[in-house]
């Protein structure tokens, strides 16, 4: 079983840059970060693998949302710069025991609480 704690969300200015982290128990294989706004199904932001030398991004954050780990700390982190009110959602990271890069939220086994951003314009 692994725990996964976010942490680093806040409220910003449309423009400003955010890095939120993902605290893992232990050592995890493939993770991502999704979110979900109110209303609206969560999504698929971005994936890394369990070395960190692949990622995929969601065509909305390709280019201003970058994601990495350090799995020296068993942390994940993910850099958002040129942030949008569109981004305003609660961001949840995941870990899966899987070693693809997965988009769908059912490939992952274990999920975080949840970071609220909220992003004014």
């Known amino acids: 079983q692994v725990q996964l704690v976010e942490s680093g969300g806040g409220l910003v200015q449309a423009g400003d840059s955010l890095r939120l982290s993902c605290a893992a128990s232990g050592r995890t294989s493939t993770m991502g970060w999704f979110r979900q706004a109110p209303g609206k199904e969560r999504e698929f932001v971005a994936t890394?693998?369990?070395?960190?030398?692949?990622?995929y991004y969601a065509d909305s954050v390709k280019g201003r949302f970058t994601i990495s780990r350090d799995n020296g700390k068993n942390t994940l982190y993910l850099q958002m710069i040129r942030l949008k009110p569109e981004d305003t959602a609660v961001y949840f990271c995941a870990a899966s025991r899987g070693e693809a890069l997965y988009s769908f939220a059912r490939s992952y086994n274990y999920w975080g609480q949840g970071t609220q951003v909220t992003v004014s314009s």
């Open positions: 890394i693998s369990g070395g960190g030398s692949q990622t």
